[in-house]
């Protein structure tokens, strides 16, 4: 079974409101969350790194205020898309490090697709 | 920097075709290589991995081989199912938390 969940899976919004979506770890603890972008026919974007009880790492060129981040349990991140916009519409993943494995070797979630109209 | 190439898709075979899907990469150190693969409407799941020079990994009918020599670390099986119908994403990472993507292979299998 799934051992890193999504919620909400789809979501609508109008452009200029703020959508949060969550992705929590079930049966294990994450300090680390890594959330991604893709876009059709792409590879995924790693946006930032999820630190637990600190600030998240966002890679360049990703709007810290825009993509607000937050860690606040050692099973939840949430990412917070503020003032949505049309381009922001995309396929967002989260994944999650096993506590014991080879690094590179993620766990992920099923992914939430966002449109902004 | 570390970089992952893969075969352009779609790839369309048909049921018990025997399937290559090409990987090469390029990276500083020995990074570890990883098959990932995303089913339609689902997120991506640990496939394979090798972590060092010619290792083998292999699930599901599916192996990859790491060859340092050629930096590859193709993808084959030898008879697809339609189930297998996804889309194929190669990946390494050399030891740190950042684990980099190839951009991905859509693989289509007709009955």
């Known amino acids: 079974g799934a051992v890193v969940s999504q919620h909400p899976s789809r979501v609508i919004c109008k452009s200029g409101t703020s959508v949060k979506i969550e992705c929590r770890s079930l049966d294990f603890q994450a300090t680390t969350m890594f959330w991604y972008r893709q876009f059709p026919k792409q590879s995924l974007m790693l946006m930032a790194t999820?630190?637990?009880?600190?600030?998240?790492?966002?890679e360049q060129g990703v709007e810290k205020d825009k993509f607000l981040i937050n860690h606040a349990s050692l099973t939840l991140s949430t990412l917070t898309v503020t003032s949505a916009h049309p381009e922001d519409s995309s396929f967002y993943i989260c994944?999650?490090?096993?506590?014991?494995?080879?690094?590179?070797?993620?766990?992920f979630g099923e992914g939430s697709r966002l449109t902004v109209l | 920097g570390d970089s992952v190439t893969q075969m352009e898709g779609p790839v369309t075979l048909s049921e018990e075709a025997f399937l290559t899907i090409n990987c090469t990469y390029t990276?500083?150190?020995?990074?570890?290589l990883f098959w990932y693969v995303q089913y339609p409407g689902e997120g991506l799941q640990l496939l394979l991995k090798a972590t060092k020079a010619d290792d083998k990994g292999s699930n599901k009918g599916f192996e990859a081989t790491y060859r340092k020599e050629t930096t590859s670390f193709h993808l084959e099986k030898g008879s697809v199912q339609v189930s297998d119908s996804a889309v194929y994403f190669c990946?390494?990472?050399?030891?740190?938390?950042?684990?980099?993507f190839g951009a991905g292979t859509r693989l289509f299998v007709k009955a």
């Open positions: 994944s999650a490090p096993p506590r014991t494995g080879t690094a590179g070797e993620l766990f």
């Open positions: 990946a390494l990472n050399t030891g740190g938390f950042k684990t980099i």
């Open positions: 990276a500083t150190g020995y990074p570890s």
């Open positions: 999820s630190n637990e009880g600190s600030k998240a790492t966002y």
